[in-house]
């Protein structure tokens, strides 16, 4: 990070010296992301100082950077330069930079792409969003189940200077279906001599084109795996995705998922790069949602008042957000569970049983943290007069019971939107913080009624 | 999923007709994490069910078993059988599963391996938890500077069968100082004659072994690495990283996260391995510490009270609640987009003022539903007589600050805590929460103090 910052210092008076030669020698030796991210410093220049990158550097860096640049840079291109550009970049990029572009530019982009590129990118852009047709690259290396490790060795030195990855090659049938794979190392490691369908593996884990994106970076994280194929309805092959794009879909799922638990609808873009509209958007439904149902907690209240000593007013938010906390504490945990796949259905009794003992300890411990407190600093240190016995009684029975019943209603909700279909992340804290603040006051209210009955 | 359940079945029934062949027949092609998964299914054969598979294939599978089933698959084990599985898994997955088991399983471990494999342990269990020097591999591909791609590519066909990975090899000096690398793609395409040091790239990323793992992770994703070599205070290669570590641990960071965002200390083991007290460990701490500070709001309220109308005690809850939701929001925002680099530090004046337009939209549509609701369902519909226009207005404006409020606190406080080197991530609802609740209460008592003056 200091680096880059040193770097774009200099860059900043080379540019000024108009030293051009200097920056040439300055990017030259860099990754494409870190030149794309010095480049972005000065959205002035960008146009000028790209074009000073070499060809398929440039192509790199076009790549990695942000949507807004790539916008300024593809309008500043010529038909050859856009040619060139498009011609180093892999067809899973050029899909994922149109995505994001206006319709004039898109139509460009595959009015200058060769007709094979141009029915590529339909093709992926024909699939669903979010599945793993829209993900995959169609760069792959396919060999013959027939021929001799040293022919397919020597089909890689032909052919793999364009594909995404060589390390794992598929071998398909006239048909194009696929009938296994060989990893690089084990052609590598084979006597030449050998035939691909001795070596091949046909053990093979494949996605259809229309999973969805997530189960594929998911198996993709479970078996290790480089490289996942994708077929389509008739088990032909048609790309693969690697593991640097299941690395975004992880990255891109957990952000999802922690959106729902704090109560947004997911969004795809970086948080700068959002408007303001679209933000309002992702947060004001659940946000009306839960507090249309929090007006049940007003009616609670409206309904005892009166009835009670004034003084269990003061403790409702410290009940109910100690509620809140533990049930959230519990759904989160077991939300993050379910998505990773460590806790199954069938746990639920499990789960329900640890819950239970855990909210056991949680919520004595709590109990008589507030007891205490209550009688020994509010009553005796303070002189609160209104703090009796029964007071301090109906409060502390109560922080015991809401801690149970969170941590319950916390674990079950979630297991239970999984068992109907529905997506546990939307029953985290929010959520369970609402049911759990009407609960805690029914319980509080009922404990202090009984009790001065 | 279906697919493993179907199998288990089988399994099941060629165990009870005791079909030893059967079941090697059915084993021999899964892939070794489902048959890890299958196999637990029978705890208590799972050692006589282990001894069937073939060797290599056994080794595989024991890595990918749950730690308690590999202690008892441990402890079942001849020296014999326990030195044929250790002399087929890498060296980090040895250390993965050293470091879960009890001491006197670990002193058999080092005891039965040899001294070199012994030493690489050690050293690696020497590193820091967390570290790059623990989640590294010593298994990796050197290669010296002065041969010719011929020469490496044969020495990869000598030694690469025990390497994690051939896909990267590593250029150093004698003194074992890292010069650059090739990739076997490199290998592949380059002319046999060339020599190493003209076609090695010298640009090359690198980390120390005292590195945190959430950066080596971070590194491997923003640049698409398949493998991250780790060095030494000298600068000598001391290891590699590779990709399916590091998805692992952008898993784990992810839940660490998430389990921070929901106020509980990270724990790194599955939620069903973990024990009551060890949760209760985790849990405990911040649900007293936010209770402790929940209590503020009750002085709030006792302070106010009596002095006000009674009817604005019965929507503290909601108010409240929108708060924390709307704050919590915002927060879990920053937090997620700070850990993915996506915000940094300097974009803390945009943010503020994205957030502000976000939280004028979103209060001010919350308070006219809340003044239209007050008025049209609970006064006009409902007929309730405490809610008058004064009141309506009281509390359809403080929802409106308190939205407002509640997301300048929950973006300012994640960077802010980030600025002072703390984990932006304890920043998140719960924490928001609580300082809300408090914020709130304040604004909605002092409006309608001064509605009623």
Chains 1, 2 share one sequence.
Not at 73 to 83: A, C, I, V
Not at 210 to 216: F, G, I, Q, W
Not at 368 to 397: H, P, Q, R, W, Y
């Amino acid at each position: 990070m200091e680096e880059l910052n040193l770097i774009t210092n200099q860059l900043e008076e080379l540019i000024e010296a108009r030293n051009f030669s200097g920056i040439k020698e300055l990017l030259k030796d860099m990754e494409p992301m870190d030149i794309s991210l010095v480049l972005q410093e000065f959205p002035k220049k960008i146009a000028i100082l790209f074009r000073i990158l070499p060809k398929d550097l440039a192509a790199e860096v076009f790549v990695e950077m942000d949507t807004d640049f790539q916008e300024t840079l593809l309008s500043s291109f010529t038909d050859t330069e856009l040619k060139e550009v498009l011609d180093e970049i892999y067809i899973d990029d050029t899909v994922d930079i149109i995505e994001e572009m206006p319709a004039n530019v898109v139509k460009r982009i595959l009015l200058i792409s060769d007709a094979e590129s141009r029915k590529a990118i339909n093709d992926i852009l024909n699939y669903p969003d979010d599945s793993a047709g829209s993900i995959m690259t169609t760069e792959y290396v396919k060999l013959d189940e027939d021929i001799t490790v040293e022919d397919a060795l020597k089909r890689i030195r032909r052919t793999g200077i364009d594909k995404e990855t060589i390390y794992t090659c598929y071998v398909t049938n006239p048909n194009r279906q696929l009938l296994g794979y060989v990893t690089a190392k084990q052609l590598l490691l084979s006597d030449e001599e050998m035939i691909i369908s001795e070596i091949m593996d046909t053990n093979i884990i494949y996605v259809n084109t229309h999973e969805d994106k997530e189960v594929v970076a998911k198996e993709m994280s479970k078996y290790d795996l480089l490289a996942l194929p994708v077929v389509d309805k008739e088990n032909r092959l048609v790309g693969i995705v690697t593991v640097d794009d299941a690395i975004d879909v992880i990255e891109e799922e957990a952000t999802e998922d922690i959106e729902k638990m704090a109560a947004m609808l997911p969004s795809d873009k970086p948080y700068l790069a959002t408007s303001v509209f679209e933000i309002w958007k992702q947060r004001m439904p659940w946000l009306l949602l839960l507090m249309i149902t929090a007006t049940f907690t007003s009616q609670i209240i409206t309904t005892f008042e009166g009835k009670l000593s004034a003084i269990l007013t003061a403790f409702i938010p410290m009940l109910m957000g100690s509620g809140g906390n533990a049930g959230g504490q519990t759904s989160v945990t077991i939300i993050r569970g379910l998505a990773l796949e460590e806790i199954r259905l069938r746990d639920i009794f499990r789960i329900i049983f640890k819950e239970l003992r855990v909210s056991i300890f949680c919520g004595g411990v709590l109990g008589i943290a507030t007891f205490a407190k209550l009688l020994l600093i509010d009553k005796l240190l303070l002189g609160n007069s209104e703090i009796t016995l029964t007071v301090a009684l109906v409060v502390s029975l109560t922080i015991v019971l809401v801690i149970i019943i969170a941590k319950l209603v916390g674990c079950i909700l979630p297991v239970l939107a999984k068992r109907i279909g529905l997506d546990p992340a939307v029953m985290a804290s929010p959520f369970i913080t609402t049911i759990v603040d009407a609960i805690s006051l029914l319980v509080y209210f009922g404990i202090a009624t009984a009790v001065i009955l």
